[in-house]
């Protein structure tokens, strides 16, 4: 009887050491991304419309002008990336004013015989 509650103790005992950690193995963050509340960005609402209407228009600049360099037949592909660079600095110039973050996310086009690598732009709201 007495080595059954040594062996019950011990258990018990490991049981309480082992239960803080793996209790806070997750952390103590209860969302499982850690975001930033709106209300602590450094723009106002106004501002990130303004901005996504501004993305959404180079967009659909960089989209027209995609289809341009693809169906003329000669080689525009410098161009095009000029092109796209001069749409795209207005947009960065404006979201680095106000303090957001504008990301390009690289999409494979096939123009003039190549793969080109054009980057449309993504808002990442904060």
Known sequence: MKKR????????LLLVMMVPGIANAQGNDA???SAVSIRYAR???AQFN???RMVDAANRQI???VKFAQLTPWNDV??????VDT?????FSYAN???AVVVCEYTTYYIDGQYVLVDPLRVIPL
């Open 5 to 12: 509650w040594m062996a019950l103790l011990i258990c018990v």
């Open 31 to 33: 969302s499982p991304v």
């Open 43 to 45: 723009y106002t609402a």
């Open 50 to 52: 303004l901005l996504e």
């Open 63 to 65: 989209e027209i002008a």
């Open 78 to 83: 410098q161009w095009l990336l000029k092109t």
């Open 87 to 91: 749409i795209v600095a207005p947009v």
């Open 97 to 99: 004013s106000i303090g």
